[in-house]
């Protein structure tokens, strides 16, 4: 299946434009709307403690991302290639800081969502098919939790074999990878929004409920405790920037797709929880670790519970499909500028993807799901990606002094404001994650540092 051609040829087949509006709109909210909507509400009420200050928090961390997505646009629009921050890294602070980004989204951040998405997906078909929960295989050496031996059930077998569908699927073609990305978030967001009517419309609840409140730490602790959570549910804004070198009038399209994408999402968001909580009193909510599926069992019974299930498996199934498409652009990003293995820079000049690419982080995807590790290494490196993802959007400003000439043909609305402002809500979290888990956090920082003896290698044999 990999077609093996001369480096020569290699290095000049170019990725493919089929992307349009629809498709980029539908990576951003495709990607960022997964199993968190139907979930975080129940951690953010029990940190601030009423409907009221949950409202605050989804539309401070709404606007937060809307100011993230709007320095995105800039750096995009002004440089349209494969990689998203990986380029705006490396064009704003060197090679070196796109390493560690690019190094961090395989190995740990990008491989650990989907391996999380994947086993989301599992657990909800498991309402239907407990089955799944039972063990295939118990494996006998220290693997598992506390050095337990490893047991592998058959649902984290189904797990790797949807991600392994998926990335057959977008193997064949950014454009068969992207039509289906738009057609599952349509289905997606029909569905959400039939949860929200319904919540809204049926009369099972009642407006006395947005004031209730539960105890919570609350203060600026809860607050920022919330927000982590909500941050988590709009995480994947960015994923589009990552396949910008294959968008049809990427100058135009990647600014509207991130903005209009992200409003999109947070109207989702607050219409969501206007629902959950119009039908379920704070209490309720706290005590429900999976809200939306109690909020229609209110209504429905058990048929409207299992109804969301499925919907959050669409859900996930979309986000899972955004996340192996884009990507896999990164370590394709990286090694096409010789930081990481040759191979992973082949083009397939059929399909014109970055097939090998998308093959590697989804083997490694799979390989997660099936060691079980994934949720432990993904928050450790939640520290450094929030650090990264906060210097990718100074690179505005960076870039703004050192390329004063790079074309822009979209200018970021409200700067200096809009970015400043996200790096400065990227800096509060990270003082706060820091003061909360310190010793995660510098582990994290200690795996990603791991890369560093890679990095200096290839480029020693890139110079070579």
């Not at 407990?130 to 295939?136: A, F, H, I, S």
């Not at 990264?388 to 790079?406: E, F, S, W």
């Not at 800096?427 to 890369?451: A, F, I």
Request: hydrophobic share 55%; charged share 10%; with cysteine.
């Amino acid at each position: 299946m990999l077609e093996k051609l001369p480096e020569a040829e290699v290095s000049h087949i170019d990725l493919k434009r089929d992307l349009g509006i629809w498709t980029a709109a539908a990576i951003v909210v495709g990607t960022v709307i997964g199993s968190a909507i139907f979930l975080v509400p129940n951690d953010m009420v029990k940190s601030v403690g009423s409907p009221f200050m949950v409202f605050a928090v989804w539309i401070f961390g709404g606007m937060l991302t809307l100011f993230g997505a709007l320095s995105y646009a800039e750096l995009a629009a002004a440089l349209p290639q494969a990689g998203g921050e990986y380029v705006f890294l490396r064009e704003a602070y060197g090679p070196l800081w796109a390493f560690i980004y690019g190094w961090t989204q395989m190995w740990v951040a990008k491989s650990g969502s989907i391996a999380t998405l994947a086993t989301g997906f599992f657990i909800y078909l498991a309402n239907f098919q407990p089955e799944l929960n039972k063990v295939w295989v118990v494996v006998p050496l220290p693997l598992g939790e506390s050095g337990q031996p490893l047991e592998i059930r058959y649902g984290q077998l189904l797990a790797m074999g949807v991600i392994a569908v998926l990335a057959f699927i977008n193997y064949f073609g950014v454009k068969v990878g992207g039509d289906l990305q738009v057609v599952v978030t349509i289905a997606k967001v029909g569905l959400i929004a039939a949860i929200i009517v319904i919540g809204l419309g049926t009369g099972h609840g009642s407006v006395s409920n947005y004031h209730t409140s539960i105890p919570a730490p609350g203060g600026v602790t809860g607050f920022f405790a919330a927000l982590v959570a909500a941050l988590w549910a709009y995480d994947g804004w960015n994923n589009v920037s990552m396949v910008a070198s294959e968008i049809r009038d990427p100058q135009k399209n990647l600014p509207r797709a991130l903005i209009a994408g992200t409003l999109v999402v947070i109207a989702i968001y607050l219409l969501a929880n206007l629902a959950y909580f119009y039908v379920l009193p704070a209490a309720d909510v706290a005590s429900s670790a999976r809200v939306a599926a109690e909020t229609m069992r209110r209504i429905l019974g058990s048929f409207g519970a299992n109804a969301v299930s499925i919907v959050a498996m669409i859900s996930i199934f979309a986000a899972l499909n955004g996340s192996i498409l884009s990507g896999s652009r990164v370590p394709f990003a990286m090694a096409r500028d010789g930081l990481f293995f040759r191979r992973v820079a082949f083009v397939n000049p059929k399909h014109r993807t970055p097939s090998v690419s998308i093959l590697a982080l989804s083997a490694w995807g799979a390989f997660l799901v099936l060691s079980g590790r994934y949720t432990q290494l993904y928050t450790y490196v939640i520290f450094a990606s929030v650090i990264l993802y906060g210097m990718a959007t100074a690179a505005v400003i960076v870039l703004r002094i050192k390329r004063p000439d790079l074309p822009r043909p979209y200018r970021t609305l409200g700067y200096p404001f809009v970015p400043v402002v996200f790096v400065l809500g990227i800096s509060c979290l990270v003082v706060s994650t820091l003061l909360k888990s310190p010793r995660e956090s510098l582990m994290g920082l200690g795996l990603v540092s791991l890369g560093l003896p890679f990095y200096f290698f290839w480029k020693r044999r890139r110079r070579t």
